[in-house]
């Protein structure tokens, strides 16, 4: 089992530029959540999807931020325009049905 | 909305030294769970409670979950530097919903 994949790893892009974050949930999972952790905020939910349909989005903090998730394998984040405030570590994580998250090992973005 | 304190932030220990950290959620929770994140690395799940009252222990790490179901605490006995790094507890209001994580307490231990 290859763990919940995000990518890319780090990201560095300059403001007003869109940015694709992506997580490839663990197979069988059928909840998936996405943070944003900051010194200042510490661990965010910013949404999460069960059986691929949104449940909860009210962390998203404002237009600019999308997600999606189109299969049960695969969901994207999306900033555009992305500003220097979103900087942050964005995890993606599975959860199994024993209630149990997996985080993958996070994007770390810097916006200039 | 559902919200989860954890204190302390920070907490710097000697190794062989005694460790606690504290959490109160402002809503009766489904459960409580505790995560552990090395530097640089992300949330590893380590435990979940359920009950009431409940206490469970792994090793040298003692969890509780108290009565009313909106505290909880994390005890570490005679840290050892395998143990640094931050600790996160995370409140669901309900089975299956969404998970709340606290602001975690970040353990130093000193050699």
């Known amino acids: 089992d290859a763990g919940v994949i995000q990518s890319p790893r780090h990201e560095v892009t300059e403001m007003g530029q869109e940015v694709t974050l992506r997580c490839k949930p663990i197979s069988g999972h059928n909840s998936l959540f996405w943070y944003r952790q900051t010194m200042m905020r510490g661990l965010e939910l910013l949404i999460y999807f069960n059986n691929n349909v949104p449940i909860d989005d009210s962390g998203m903090p404002e237009d600019r931020f999308s997600a999606k998730m189109p299969n049960a394998s695969f969901s994207t984040l999306k900033i555009q325009p992305s500003e220097p405030r979103d900087s942050a570590v964005y995890f993606c994580?599975?959860?199994?049905?024993?209630?149990?998250?997996?985080f993958g090992a996070g994007s770390r973005l810097t916006v200039l | 909305g559902q919200q989860v304190m954890q204190i302390p932030q920070y907490q710097h220990v000697q190794e062989g030294e005694d460790f606690t950290t504290y959490c109160n959620s402002s809503t009766t929770l489904s459960n409580i769970q505790w995560y552990k994140q090395r530097p640089g690395g992300h949330p590893v799940f380590l435990i979940q409670l359920v009950k009431s009252g409940e206490v469970k222990k792994q090793k040298r790490l003692t969890f509780q979950f108290g009565e009313a179901k909106k505290n909880s605490s994390l005890h570490i006995t005679a840290t050892q530097t395998t143990d640094v790094g931050t600790y996160f507890c995370a409140g669901q209001g309900n089975q299956g919903g969404k998970l709340i994580f606290g602001q975690g307490t970040e353990l130093s231990v000193k050699p």
């Open positions: 994580a599975s959860r199994t049905g024993a209630n149990v998250l997996t």
